[in-house]
Nanobody
Framework: QVQLVESGGGSVQAGGSLRLSCTAS?????MGWLRQAPGKEREGVAG???????NHADAVKGRFTISRDNTKNTLYLQMNSLKPEDTAMYYC??????????????????WGQGIQVTVSS
């Protein structure tokens, strides 16, 4: 079992920045960020694997950057130029293998509790 603990969420005005962090209890091959807004399905934001494979959703390309520090078992999501539509609960997820799609919720086995990000206009 892998425990994931997210931090760094909060409220910000449109155009602002936030950095999310997720610390895992052990090293895992693939990690990702997914989000769920009220009334909407959970969607992938960005994912990265130990091979260097990574992907960002079209909605966040150019604004969000995923990265990881393997020495700290920590995943990051730098979020710039935030928009009100980025408001959601953000979840850190992980898997010991590549599930075929870094942005698909079904590709991850372990999940964090989630952290709220609110962007006001």
């Amino acid at each position: 079992q892998v425990q994931l603990v997210e931090s760094g969420g909060g409220s910000v005005q449109a155009g602002g920045s936030l950095r999310l962090s997720c610390t895992a209890s052990t090293w895992v091959y693939c990690m990702g960020w997914l989000r769920q807004a009220p009334g909407k399905e959970r969607e992938g934001v960005a994912g990265i694997c130990g091979s260097g494979l990574l992907n960002h959703a079209d909605a966040v390309k150019g604004r969000f950057t995923i990265s990881r520090d393997n020495t700290k078992n920590t995943l990051y999501l730098q979020m710039n130029s935030l928009k009100p539509e980025d408001t959601a609960m953000y979840y850190c997820a992980a898997s010991h293998s590549y599930g075929g799609a870094l942005l698909a919720p079904g590709g991850y086995r372990f999940w964090g509790q989630g952290i709220q990000v609110t962007v006001s206009s």
